[in-house]
């Protein structure tokens, strides 16, 4: 599985990016909000998310500026009957932090005012997000902290993963040591999360 494409923008449009990485052309879909934050760049580090569209059984990479974008995508298509286009149409018309608000704030005419998206898919948004959001999910701890050491807080997050621990504990732990301590080393997180978790 992919995890990310990195190299240099070969074609930019505000729905499809074309990575050069070592003279392979990767076509990748992405949002408005990816295609805005990617604009001016010569190189890039695409997070994707692969899917394979049912009816012809081809493979897609839908790409993301930031993991936290990803997580919500990912989020969003976790939702029944709203596949990735939507998603991606969701992602295109508002921001992350403005889809989480108008979920946690059950904002129907917000999400509803989106190309394709009626009503009862908004409400079933709202139904089976609210609390994942609470939670923490949908969103990396990166975007969350907005921190110096966000290497650090990426790394310790990887390694927590790995020892089986849940996105949104280690979200929770992770949130109260960097406030206490906001210059901590890798091992210094890793180390006070499992204290906690």
């Known amino acids: 599985m992919l995890d990310y494409i990195s190299g240099n923008i070969a074609e930019l449009t505000p729905t499809r990016i074309v990575i050069d990485n070592h003279g392979m052309g990767y076509g990748i ?23 394979v569209n049912q009816r012809d059984a081809t493979q897609v990479f839908y790409g993301f500026a930031s993991k936290d974008e990803r997580a919500l995508f990912e989020l969003i298509i976790g939702v029944s009957g709203i596949g990735a286009a939507s998603a991606r149409m969701i992602l295109s018309s508002i921001s992350a932090d403005e889809l989480r608000e108008a979920i946690l704030s059950e904002n129907v005419a917000k999400i509803k005012s989106i190309k394709g998206i009626g009503v009862k898919s908004a409400q079933r948004l709202i139904l ?18 907005k921190s110096d050491n966000n290497a650090e807080i990426d790394e310790a997050t990887s390694a927590l ?32 999360a499992l204290k906690i978790l």
């Open 29 to 51: 879909e992405i949002s408005l909000q990816s295609y805005e934050l990617l604009q001016g760049k010569e190189q890039v580090k695409i997070y994707i998310h692969e899917a």
């Open 128 to 145: 089976e997000l609210k609390d994942k959001i609470v939670k923490g999910e949908g969103s990396n701890v990166e975007s969350i902290f």
């Open 161 to 192: 993963t790995m020892l089986g621990f849940s996105k949104p504990n280690i979200n929770k732990a992770i949130q109260s040591i960097v406030k206490s301590h906001p210059d901590a080393k890798v091992e210094e997180i890793i180390k006070m």
